[in-house]
């Protein structure tokens, strides 16, 4: 990837930017490509001011063939790190179709332009709900594929498509980093979680609520079979998450083929214990409602993160606490 620039779709959204930052971070050249449906420029800006750096910033959707090509023709691109995708479960049963042509499609139209230009490293932006309901806890890489939902199975249809594209060449080198549950910001508080509308994450709900810009928190489902009856998940500072793609592009360097890593903490926090703990780190309350169950949710997903560990040489640093306090910030600082 020497003297080349790093292709981030996706790359003025929560994830997308925390990754194009650190990159940026480590002296590689970014090319941020976006339609910012669930972004903004704003947040394409911050990421420049966060990083202390200059980007080319293009607006562009990863279905268009012909706007990828021209980012292609445009730009000395070595490597792809590809987050471009909706990614709410509850909207994803209401409109399946819209989730399989942006994320599915995307993703294909996106591969056929770097074959077409002879770049065939690439970092792909997966998601712990390939495991669906997991058959034990923590989930490693080798469990069973079996999504409950249409987000998870767009997620697991792109990785059948790239697993095929490996196969079909070897001189693509690949890596699937299965993600569990991102929050947390900057620490600078210019860049965080900021979705459009209303928030269907728990954490940029949870700080709309402790800001004031919504009433109450809702919880969906308080009847599980998990200590408090609300779901665990296994949250991660989106800047460890961030960080784990620079590893993965170090891993691709020297390894040819497909990769497949889970990016977790390792340990699953409650819905209610994540909203105590932002209301200690921001010192305001978090009323809350609880509402049914939504489809397709598990009750308990964490992480067995040591494949990361071993082969990528990366582990989650930050705790819940930091996740908080951070996510705080960023909140405070939109606000002001």
């Not at 498509?161 to 890596?175: M, N, P, V």
């Not at 990366?314 to 819940?320: D, K, Q, S």
Request: hydrophobic share 40%.
């Amino acid at each position: 990837m020497n003297g080349g620039k790093i292709l981030v779709t996706g790359g003025a959204g929560y994830i997308g930017s925390h990754t194009a930052t650190e990159l940026l971070d480590a002296g590689h050249e970014v090319v941020v490509f976006d339609n910012f449906a669930n972004s903004s420029r704003a947040a394409a800006d911050a990421l420049q001011v966060a990083a202390n750096r200059d980007v080319a910033v293009v607006e562009g959707d990863v279905r268009d063939a012909d706007a990828l090509r021209r980012v292609f023709r445009g730009h000395d691109i070595r490597a792809v790190c590809h987050f471009a995708a909706k990614k709410a479960v509850a909207e994803s049963f209401e409109q399946p179709l819209s989730y399989h042509d942006n994320n599915v499609v995307g993703t294909l139209r996106l591969v056929e332009q770097m074959a077409a230009h002879g770049v065939k490293t690439l970092v792909f932006s997966s998601s712990a709900t390939v495991y669906g309901y997991p058959v034990s806890v923590p989930i490693t890489e080798n469990m069973p594929l079996a999504p409950i939902n249409p987000y998870g199975r767009t997620k697991l249809a792109c990785e059948r498509l790239l697993g095929d594209l490996a196969l079909s060449d070897a001189e693509w080198r690949i890596s699937i980093l299965r993600y569990f549950n991102p929050i947390g910001a900057h620490c600078s508080g210019l860049l965080g979680d900021s979705p459009q509308g209303v928030p269907t994450n728990l954490m940029p709900y949870i700080g709309a609520v402790a800001a004031g810009r919504l009433p109450r928190l809702r919880v969906f489902g308080d009847d599980y079979p998990t200590p408090d009856g609300t779901c665990i998940r296994d949250y991660i500072h989106v800047v460890d998450l961030a960080k784990g793609h620079l590893k993965a592009l170090q891993w691709l360097a020297a390894a040819p083929g497909l990769a497949i890593h889970n990016l977790g903490t390792g340990a699953g926090h409650s819905v209610f214990e994540v909203a105590r703990a932002f209301e200690e780190a921001s010192g305001r309350s978090v009323p809350y409602d609880v509402a049914p169950r939504r489809p397709g949710d598990t009750p308990v997903l964490y992480a067995d993160p040591s494949r990361a560990a071993a082969e990528l040489e990366w582990r989650a640093e930050h705790g819940l606490r930091r996740m908080c306090e951070d996510a705080w910030r960023h909140v405070a600082a939109s606000a002001a």
